[in-house]
């Protein structure tokens, strides 16, 4: 799974409070949470389905085939969550015995006809209605949902909302469609017949082996002959476009909405790629009998890796104008393939070790970008997930290998995914590759299609490896937190040598290898040394005079907090002479405070915006400052050609916003020229732009740009100049920033104050899409808030103030009640929500 991130400033105000509301608890230990006990071992599940679009329900026959794991027992427990249950039976052949069942607290336990030992094989038969709005449990901050089985617009109410119905399983949901076992350490091969109007495709896991026509209904019969978990079981319904691929002879499908299949090849077209480069790289070819790929409208999170069916939210449509600029969603894409091996081959037997799914998943984004777009993308991509780690202190005392959470969603966290794929390049770094993804392989090969935990996977790196790896899993996976190092040095001119102290200030220290480089005349030296599991180290290296440098971590490989202050004239010498990236985007974003008060910080950004590495480029442009004469006598003429020409547009866009600050006229013909351009980041920067020079342009050119779907830093360019305007257009794409306006005042006042006129704005005007997406984001987002009370009564108020407007709207425009009634409707359902 791909967890879905509303923003990095909002998440980030979300879990400060969060923090600061914690109270002490009893001191009692939380309990441990212990890999499900295997009574019963599932062996075979069929499921005969049809769905009530009226209700939002699903009729559903099961027959489930199953047998004594080790010891004789004479019951079956199943979970069964919101169903009715109508009739339990043994099925001996076709020959229904009834059965003696109990049905409560969502758990159904079914007497069996007699005591069955170990190997020795029944079927029982269900008939039942799944109910998923009578589904007690709640979402999370990962899965913002939890009733399993969803329906969108089922009754066509809605005319721009396609109608589909889709299955989120993780963590324990399938049980809310089929009776099941319903823990990540039970394994099963399916079938599934599914009833649909004919008008409809559908989509499961395995192969479609069938389909018969009956009237104006059609049944499709899907068959998964390889065994894996109960969570990953998948249904989609709706009317999709299939867009077709293949990988040698595998087929690689692409279901997408009809508006967005010309471009299904641009969105998903590096999925067969893929597939080869992970099958090579983990010398273990893709395990399944297809691909599939599927959006869902309303999703619960981001992505969801279903055994050859994956799922991903409705971010992942996109059209020419965002796809010039970047596909947002490759790393997605690779992530949730990556678990077709790394949790769907072989699955974390409990959610305490959900590390050896979603750290993998994680890694692998790295190892994608690393194949296609080169070493430099990787690290970047790395450095902004660990970032997000070390920037949310709440996460530094939780173990990767976690035994004591609350809910078992909560370990979908920054320490399961980004942490632990910070983790996993440590540990490629100290094996070396050829040992890493053989250690990859085994794995793979000694429990496929089974389960597996943190300690089969050190196993295996050993076996490979024949190093001991204790060390190295007892402080990163079965520990917390991260080194926090600062460091001195002094020079020796009779010994000619250096001394670098490395410190290490958090309680617990680590012990962990470290790349230090050495500036002696300009020039680094590298020496890789080895830091003991003590508060204090010290090394000696040979100098001819006082360093100019030292760099400490200058691989960017050690997942660390650093305390350091280098001079302007430091910083543009580990620029100019670091190879690693993480080391020049370091040495750049340090002069941040420096820019326009040293030549050095001038010169740093001089080399900067001739990088070969796109965002490095960028962020020495969102650095500068054009209106100074210096600078601009330095870096305009080189600013002005990337504007016009550099490769990447998200490149354009930030030096068309660089020129922007000058308010300069002679710049107004390559705004002009930008406005009019397929990518989105340079239209939304080139209005911004024209509208600093010409503020009279703003309601004739805001309406050009296609804002649906867009990211919210070009929704937050384009803001403050929509809602001034009034650009009706557009109001409906401004939601997911005016949703959560009060919390984006905390961050950005400036922003906030355009958010919160937005918001008003539409609230005091009849626009059912906009209201109702406002309402749909934040209740979405109500996982992400916990259970913060001062989160709750911010987004309350905002609710019922917003109500209070269209109160008034109707009182105003009585000839429009059934629609501002409807807005109404959505209004107080989120109120209810929160209460």
């Given at each position: 799974?791909?967890?879905?991130?509303?923003?990095?400033?909002?998440?980030?105000?979300?879990?400060?409070?969060?923090?600061?509301?914690?109270t002490?608890?009893?001191g009692?230990?939380?309990?441990?949470?212990?890999?499900?006990?295997?009574?019963t071992?599932?062996?075979?599940?069929?499921?005969?389905?049809?769905?009530?679009?009226?209700?939002?329900?699903?009729?559903?026959?099961?027959?489930?085939?199953?047998?004594?794991?080790f010891?004789?027992?004479?019951?079956?427990?199943?979970?069964?969550?919101?169903?009715?249950?109508?009739?339990?039976?043994?099925?001996?052949?076709?020959?229904?015995?009834p059965?003696?069942?109990?049905?409560?607290?969502?758990?159904?336990?079914?007497?069996?006809?007699?005591?069955?030992?170990?190997?020795?094989?029944?079927?029982?038969y269900?008939?039942?209605?799944?109910?998923?709005?009578?589904?007690?449990?709640?979402?999370?901050?990962?899965?913002?949902?939890?009733?399993?089985?969803?329906?969108?617009?089922?009754?066509?109410?809605?005319?721009?909302?396609?109608?589909?119905?889709?299955?989120?399983?993780?963590?324990?949901?399938?049980?809310?469609?089929?009776?099941?076992?319903?823990?990540?350490?039970?394994?099963?091969?399916?079938?599934?017949?599914?009833?649909?109007?004919?008008?409809?495709?559908?989509?499961s896991?395995?192969?479609?082996?069938?389909?018969?026509?009956?009237?104006?209904?059609?049944?499709?019969?899907?068959?998964?002959?390889k065994?894996?978990?109960?969570?990953?079981f998948?249904?989609?319904?709706?009317?999709?476009?299939?867009?077709?691929?293949?990988?040698?002879?595998i087929?690689?499908?692409?279901?997408?909405?009809?508006?967005?299949?010309?471009?299904?090849?641009?969105?998903?077209?590096?999925?067969?790629?893929?597939?080869?480069?992970?099958?090579?790289?983990?010398?273990?070819?893709?395990?399944?009998?297809?691909?599939?790929?599927?959006?869902?409208?309303?999703?619960?999170?981001g992505?969801?890796?279903?055994?050859?069916?994956?799922?991903?939210?409705?971010?992942?449509?996109?059209?020419?104008?965002?796809?010039?600029?970047?596909?947002?969603?490759?790393?997605?894409?690779?992530?949730?393939l990556?678990?077709?091996?790394?949790?769907?081959?072989?699955?974390?037997?409990?959610?305490?070790?959900?590390?050896?799914?979603?750290?993998?998943?994680?890694?692998?984004?790295?190892?994608?970008?690393?194949?296609?777009?080169?070493?430099?993308?990787?690290?970047?991509?790395?450095?902004?997930?660990?970032?997000?780690?070390?920037?949310?202190?709440?996460?530094?005392?939780?173990?990767?290998?976690?035994?004591?959470?609350?809910?078992?969603?909560?370990?979908?966290?920054?320490?399961?995914?980004?942490?632990?794929?910070?983790?996993?390049?440590?540990?490629?770094?100290?094996?070396?590759?050829?040992?890493?993804?053989a250690?990859?392989?085994?794995?793979?090969?000694?429990?496929?299609?089974?389960?597996?935990?943190?300690?089969?996977?050190?196993?295996?790196?050993?076996?490979?490896?024949?190093?001991?790896?204790?060390?190295?899993?007892?402080?990163?996976?079965?520990?917390?937190?991260?080194?926090?190092?600062?460091?001195?040095?002094?020079?020796?001119p009779?010994?000619?040598?250096?001394?670098?102290?490395?410190?290490?200030?958090?309680?617990?220290?680590?012990e962990?290898?470290?790349a230090?480089?050495?500036?002696?005349?300009?020039?680094?030296?590298?020496?890789?040394?080895?830091?003991?599991?003590?508060?204090?180290?010290?090394?000696?290296?040979?100098?001819?005079?006082?360093?100019?440098?030292?760099?400490?971590?200058?691989?960017?490989?050690?997942?660390?907090?650093?305390?350091d202050?280098?001079?302007?004239?430091?910083?543009?010498?580990?620029?100019?002479?670091?190879?690693?990236?993480?080391?020049?985007?370091?040495?750049?974003?340090?002069?941040?405070?420096?820019?326009?008060?040293s030549?050095?910080?001038?010169?740093?950004?001089?080399?900067?915006i001739?990088?070969?590495?796109?965002?490095?480029?960028?962020?020495?442009?969102?650095?500068?400052?054009?209106?100074?004469?210096?600078?601009?006598?330095?870096?305009?003429?080189?600013?002005?050609?990337?504007?016009?020409?550099?490769?990447?547009?998200?490149?354009?866009?930030?030096?068309?916003?660089?020129?922007?600050?000058?308010?300069?006229?002679?710049y107004?013909?390559?705004?002009?020229?930008?406005?009019?351009?397929?990518?989105?980041?340079?239209?939304?920067?080139?209005?911004?732009?024209?509208?600093?020079?010409?503020?009279?342009?703003?309601?004739?050119l805001?309406?050009k740009?296609?804002?649906?779907?867009?990211?919210?830093?070009?929704?937050?360019?384009?803001?403050?100049?929509?809602?001034?305007?009034?650009?009706?257009?557009?109001m409906?794409?401004?939601?997911?920033?005016?949703?959560?306006?009060?919390?984006?005042?905390?961050?950005?006042?400036?922003?906030?104050?355009?958010?919160?006129?937005?918001?008003?704005?539409i609230?005091?005007?009849?626009?059912?899409?906009?209201?109702?997406n406002?309402?749909?984001?934040?209740?979405?987002?109500?996982?992400?808030?916990?259970?913060?009370?001062?989160?709750?009564?911010?987004?309350?108020?905002?609710?019922?103030?917003?109500?209070?407007?269209k109160?008034?709207?109707?009182r105003?425009?009585?000839?429009?009640?059934?629609?501002?009634?409807?807005?109404i409707?959505?209004?107080?359902?989120a109120?209810?929500?929160?209460?």
């Amino acid at each position: 799974m791909k967890k879905a991130i509303l923003s990095i400033a909002i998440l980030g105000i979300f879990f400060s409070a969060n923090v600061s509301a914690q109270t002490e608890t009893s001191g009692r230990e939380k309990a441990y949470r212990a890999t499900n006990t295997k009574v019963t071992e599932l062996k075979h599940t069929k499921l005969k389905v049809n769905f009530d679009y009226q209700k939002e329900q699903m009729g559903g026959e099961e027959w489930l085939t199953a047998t004594p794991y080790f010891y004789p027992t004479n019951e079956l427990t199943l979970d069964a969550k919101g169903m009715l249950i109508h009739e339990v039976a043994l099925d001996n052949n076709g020959k229904k015995s009834p059965l003696k069942y109990e049905y409560k607290d969502e758990i159904l336990k079914i007497s069996l006809d007699k005591t069955y030992q170990k190997n020795q094989e029944y079927t029982v038969y269900i008939k039942y209605t799944a109910r998923p709005n009578e589904v007690k449990q709640k979402g999370s901050m990962a899965i913002n949902d939890a009733k399993g089985l969803y329906f969108v617009n089922a009754q066509g109410q809605d005319p721009d909302m396609p109608t589909q119905i889709w299955t989120q399983g993780e963590t324990e949901s399938s049980s809310a469609w089929f009776p099941t076992i319903d823990k990540p350490n039970q394994k099963t091969t399916q079938e599934i017949y599914m009833t649909v109007p004919d008008k409809y495709v559908t989509l499961s896991n395995g192969i479609l082996k069938d389909s018969q026509k009956e009237g104006s209904l059609r049944t499709d019969h899907w068959v998964m002959d390889k065994r894996h978990s109960t969570y990953l079981f998948f249904m989609g319904v709706g009317e999709y476009a299939i867009v077709k691929d293949k990988w040698k002879n595998i087929p690689v499908d692409y279901y997408i909405e009809k508006e967005y299949e010309p471009y299904a090849k641009q969105i998903y077209g590096n999925t067969p790629e893929m597939i080869e480069f992970f099958s090579k790289k983990m010398g273990y070819d893709y395990p399944w009998a297809k691909y599939a790929q599927i959006s869902g409208r309303d999703y619960v999170s981001g992505a969801m890796e279903n055994t050859t069916a994956t799922l991903h939210g409705s971010d992942i449509l996109q059209k020419p104008g965002q796809l010039i600029d970047e596909n947002k969603w490759e790393d997605t894409i690779a992530h949730e393939l990556f678990h077709h091996w790394f949790g769907d081959l072989v699955t974390a037997e409990s959610w305490s070790n959900l590390t050896v799914n979603e750290s993998f998943a994680n890694y692998s984004e790295y190892l994608w970008n690393e194949y296609k777009y080169g070493k430099d993308q990787a690290d970047y991509h790395q450095m902004t997930d660990v970032n997000m780690y070390i920037h949310n202190p709440a996460d530094f005392k939780k173990n990767l290998v976690r035994f004591n959470y609350d809910s078992r969603e909560d370990v979908f966290d920054l320490v399961t995914y980004q942490k632990g794929g910070g983790i996993l390049h440590m540990l490629r770094n100290y094996l070396g590759d050829d040992a890493f993804f053989a250690g990859m392989n085994d794995y793979l090969k000694t429990n496929e299609y089974q389960s597996g935990e943190a300690h089969q996977l050190r196993l295996s790196f050993e076996k490979v490896s024949g190093k001991d790896l204790n060390w190295f899993f007892n402080q990163w996976y079965f520990g917390s937190g991260n080194p926090k190092l600062n460091y001195s040095f002094t020079f020796e001119p009779v010994k000619k040598q250096v001394t670098v102290t490395i410190n290490q200030t958090q309680d617990q220290p680590f012990e962990f290898p470290l790349a230090i480089d050495v500036y002696d005349n300009g020039k680094p030296k590298r020496y890789n040394v080895w830091v003991n599991a003590e508060a204090k180290n010290t090394f000696n290296f040979d100098a001819s005079k006082t360093p100019d440098l030292i760099n400490i971590n200058a691989d960017g490989i050690l997942v660390s907090e650093i305390t350091d202050t280098k001079t302007p004239e430091q910083n543009l010498m580990q620029f100019t002479n670091s190879k690693e990236f993480k080391s020049r985007y370091k040495a750049l974003a340090a002069i941040k405070d420096q820019v326009g008060k040293s030549p050095a910080a001038t010169k740093l950004l001089a080399a900067a915006i001739k990088d070969p590495y796109f965002r490095t480029r960028i962020k020495a442009l969102q650095l500068m400052d054009l209106s100074n004469a210096e600078q601009m006598k330095a870096l305009g003429a080189d600013v002005e050609k990337l504007a016009s020409n550099d490769p990447k547009t998200l490149v354009q866009a930030a030096a068309i916003t660089a020129l922007a600050k000058t308010k300069d006229k002679k710049y107004l013909p390559i705004f002009e020229k930008g406005v009019n351009a397929v990518s989105n980041a340079v239209k939304a920067t080139s209005l911004s732009a024209v509208l600093s020079i010409d503020p009279s342009k703003a309601s004739t050119l805001a309406d050009k740009i296609d804002l649906e779907g867009a990211s919210e830093t070009l929704l937050g360019q384009l803001l403050p100049v929509i809602v001034k305007n009034k650009v009706t257009s557009q109001m409906s794409n401004i939601t997911p920033l005016v949703a959560f306006y009060p919390f984006i005042k905390l961050q950005n006042p400036e922003l906030g104050k355009s958010a919160e006129e937005g918001y008003n704005w539409i609230m005091s005007s009849d626009n059912l899409k906009a209201t109702e997406n406002i309402t749909k984001i934040i209740s979405h987002a109500k996982g992400e808030m916990g259970d913060n009370p001062q989160v709750k009564m911010m987004i309350s108020q905002m609710l019922k103030d917003g109500l209070s407007k269209k109160m008034e709207l109707l009182r105003q425009n009585p000839q429009n009640a059934g629609s501002i009634n409807k807005q109404i409707d959505a209004i107080n359902k989120a109120i209810e929500d929160f209460k």
